[in-house]
């Protein structure tokens, strides 16, 4: 039992902080959002700290660290509201170290972790909400390789990214594909997202793919729970700031003569606040210590801290804004992008009704952390 | 960062469970998985188990015969005992006028009080509150008059939690009314068979006689019986409120209730949304949101350990952990009430007594449930109301 961070980890911490403070202004992430949503430029910076092959084993020339790592990363990414998609890259490294044939990896991972290639999940469906065994694009089989037919939506960075992970069904089951966006049959139409970043929908029409996996819903569930994992942490630095701001604020604008942090409703809906954040990293922690148990167990883990990530986030979201006042609202303010942001991530990866219902279809009669 | 426990953890909690399991008493148990009616003779017979291991004081140090075990062992220690159906360990001695003997008695005073705390034959109550001092604690007027090397205390204490068991009573007392009220206060320890000293139980909302008056008539006690320095006792009283600070969230005995909920939930039909009602699926969902708050709870409980275990980072978050402590205790209470539905509501007092013959209305578990949601109303007014703990909280976040 232990929650300390040892000294490499406070070492990638720093560095990561150090580039977010320096290296990604606000002013530059304001620029990114309005001209599109995602920058190559930072995505390579990203890259020549190591991040983008944390999860991805030295031998495969990656940095072969582990979801500790990986929280504390996303931590700092939260901090300075970055938009190129770490955490899909996290899931590209995972899911293909962990399930792709020797080749494919080969070919791949070398590429992921030195920034050349990026690698998003296309998993979302029309009629999929969060459910992840809803799918209807299908795969054929089209002599030693296949094909792939069908529409993914709301893909991160998706007319930016070299190659899609994509979820489609051959013969029946779930497998997972990898699919260049450059191939015949794909095509993409990007747009902003409300946070600022990038998205596009991905239509495949007989699109050449390789095989990463015929056990799909396994490799997709545990893609999936690498980025529940990666989006608590990252919630964890957007809601830290969100806490920072608002109690400056509240510290300096005065109404009545005096400042607002001295009336006692205010007061005591930072002290609900604070609850809620500390709520929320003690799940952020539990999901990353859990991100490498049995699948069962993981699961279960992850649906209880999106739970109690989403809620956190949508209450200091929210009280953040009306702390403010008008101020809260405006688009010049750095507070009103924090709440947009966590609105975001809330509806990343299974919003938070949704992880409700997971966690009550998975109850079991005992409780608790190590239950 | 590591969530598993050290094998030597591991062994320490094996060791705990061998010989709860072996040296708790089975109908004592009995009642605490039932919320059945404890008595005196049952708190007081657990308490002297303990007190023959050693493991009464299990937070005290060696020097003071105590087992001397670091934050995680007694974590783990409270965890065996909850989860076996302990009572809980009646903390008015032990847990809280001990750690001040120690840290602020006398010699003398030590070698006086400490081993009849240790061993659980001396009950001892705190007279905390009164009629006039809730929340504004340091406002209270019992007040004590140095004669010779005597003290005449005058004055009433109330919420004193079983008081009419008590041997003794710690109290704080007014010993000045100059300067701040704080400056003021002093630390006494009172013989509660001394003339003048008076105990009338309060009737709860639930019937039971938990909480009680105490008033003091012209009482004499000794100059000796004074804690440290007269005017010091609000120091002596804070360091007692530091010193408990994961044990306050009880969360080893919401995973116990947590878990009484889902078999009265099973029992009553609202728990499996296929074999109910259109509410089942509602209340099975309600039973989810409880476990989440429940190993949040935990989560942050075991990150207060960790930092107290590593020396490194201290987290200044007791305050959280007695509110959302306190309001899932409350909830789980409300929803057990609820599980029953209409069957929460017959009032038969005997029903709550272990062994009764009488037939039940619905099933046994009905029967206490109503009783236990009344009696945890408290729970978010004492120890310091949610509301002040805000205030302590906001305090810590803005300034």
Redesign the interface.
Known sequence: ??????DD?EQLRDAVRRWVDKGYTFERRQGIAESGGFDRKAYGELAELGLTGLYIAEEDGGMGMGP?EGMVVMEELGRGMVLEPLAQTLIAGGVLGAYAPRELKATWLAKIASGEALVVLAQQERKARYRLDVCETQAAQAGSGWTINGAKSVVPAGDQADAFLVPAKANGNIALFLVERTASGVHTRGYGTQEGGRAAEVTFKSAPASLVTNDGLTALEHAVDIGIAATCAEAVGVLDKT?AVT?EY??TRKQFGVTL?TF?AL??R???M??QL??AR??S??A???LNAPPQDRRRAMA?AK??LGASMRFIGQNSVQLHGGIGVTDEYIGSHYFKKLTQLELCFGDTLHH??E??ER?Q?????F? | MDLSFTPEEQKFREEIRTWVRASLPKEISHKVHNALRLSRDDMQRWARILGQKGWLGYGWPQQFGGPGWNAIQKHLFEEECALAGAPRIVPFGPVMVAPVIMAFGSPEQQQRFLPGIASGEVWWSQGYSEPGSGSDLASLKTRAERRGDKYIVNGQKTWTTLAQYGDWIFCLVRTSTEGKPQTGISFLLIDMKSPGVTVRPITLLDGEKEVNEVFFDNVEVPAENLIGEENKGWTYAKHLLSHERTNIADVNRAKRELERLKRIAKAEGVYEASQGGPDAARFRDEIAKLEVDIVALEMLVLRVLSAEKSGKNSLDIAGLLKIRGSEIQQRYSELMMLAAGPYALPFIEEAMEAGWQGEFVGAAHCAPLASTYFNLRKTTIYGGSNEVQRNIVAQVVLG
Do not use: C, I, P, W
């Open positions: 039992m232990d929650f300390e961070f040892n980890q500790v806490m109690v509240m510290n942090s006692q007061r005591h930072v002290a609900d604070k609850m500390e709520l003690s799940m922690y539990y990353s210590l859990k209880r739970y109690q409700l219902g966690v009550s109850m009669d005992t409780a608790g952390v239950a």
